[in-house]
């Protein structure tokens, strides 16, 4: 199983953004579905969580401005980042449970994609 993340790049504060990251591979089910960040020098954040219900859960940081949402059909968890300010500067990471053909589950996560917001 591999995850691919896409939408990074450089963007100004008080503008938006949106990240995706797409499963592929051998799979039969996914779960839990999460973006995280980590910023230089400092801690990897968990930003936003999705269940395959659609239930969601973000970082009091993002509440308000980032919307997490997901395409089952497609295997795909998006983040929609909106009014951006320089401290969301971080590499952003997907992150996905997903269960195998032979229904074992696993963590799986994608490589991080850079987003850069200027002031």
């Known amino acids: 199983v591999q995850l691919q993340a896409s939408g990074g790049g450089l963007v100004q504060a008080g503008g938006s953004q949106r990240l995706s990251c797409v499963a592929s591979g051998n799979i039969f089910s996914i779960g839990l579905m999460a973006w995280y960040r980590q910023a230089p020098g400092k801690q990897r954040e968990l930003v936003a969580t999705i269940t395959n219900g659609g239930s969601t859960n973000y970082a009091d940081s993002v509440k308000g401005r980032f919307t997490i949402s997901r395409d089952n059909v497609k295997n795909t968890v998006y983040l929609q980042m909106n009014s951006l300010k320089p401290e969301d500067t971080a590499v952003y990471s997907c992150?996905?449970?997903?269960?195998?053909?032979?229904?074992?589950?696993?963590?799986?996560w994608g490589q991080g994609t850079q987003v850069t917001v200027s002031s």
């Open positions: 992150y996905a449970h997903v269960t195998d053909p032979t229904l074992i589950p696993l963590s799986y």
